[in-house]
Structure formats: structure tokens, C-alpha cells
């Protein structure tokens, strides 16, 4: 069973970036689509970004053009730059492989001035 770990989140002031981490660990991360989950409280968790494992990459509509998605294959990790943030996304955010595995703990992202 693959394990998740994701890292980089924050307090940031509205307009504000981050970026965020996701390791897998597993020997074959390279042929997993990763996704990258939010789930605001009270909410229920939604899909922000998707890269497969060529690199190709899907957005949510309320993310396109501010959330960028990206992978390093060879440190096993996935990464979301995010850009231009708004107090909307403030979430936990998570990252997962398909087929899914089970969550990690998630990182916590505060948009607030």
C-alpha cells in the first residue's frame, strides 16, 4: 500500500503563493496518475489537479491559470505551485495515486489577511 505525505502549507495573505509536496512511497511512482484533493471545512473533498505520468495536466475551473501541477519521478513527488491564492482556497489539501490509495494526513492551507 502506497503511503502519502504531503507538506508545504500555511498561513498566506490573500494574493499570496505556496507551494505543496506530496511524497509516495512506493518503487513504481512513475506510473501513477497523482491527483491533488482540497476539502474546505465543512465541505466535502474535491479534485483541484491532475498530472499523469507523462506529464499531461487537468485543473479544476475554480484553480485554471493560478494552481500549477507538476512531478519529479526520480523523488517520488508531486507537486502544486499555487499562485494568486484566494481565502476560497483555503482547505486541507491531499494528494492521492490512481487507483486511489489510502489518504494521508493532508497540509493545511490558510488564505487570510
Known amino acids: 500500500q502506497v503511503q502519502l505525505v504531503e507538506s508545504g502549507g500555511g498561513l498566506v495573505q490573500p494574493g499570496g503563493s505556496l507551494t505543496l509536496s506530496c511524497v509516495a512511497s512506493t518503487s513504481i511512482f512513475s506510473i501513477y496518475r497523482m491527483d491533488w484533493y482540497r476539502q474546505a471545512p465543512g465541505k466535502q473533498r474535491d479534485l483541484v489537479a491532475t498530472i499523469t505520468p507523462g506529464g499531461s495536466t487537468n485543473y479544476a475551473d475554480s484553480v485554471k491559470g493560478r494552481f500549477t501541477c507538476s512531478r519529479d519521478n526520480a523523488k517520488n513527488t508531486v507537486y502544486l505551485q499555487m499562485n494568486s491564492l484566494k481565502p476560497e482556497d483555503t482547505a486541507v489539501y491531499y494528494c492521492?495515486?490512481?487507483?486511489?490509495?489510502?489518504w494521508g494526513k493532508g497540509t493545511l492551507v490558510t488564505v487570510s489577511s
Open positions: 492521492n495515486t490512481i487507483p486511489v490509495s489510502d
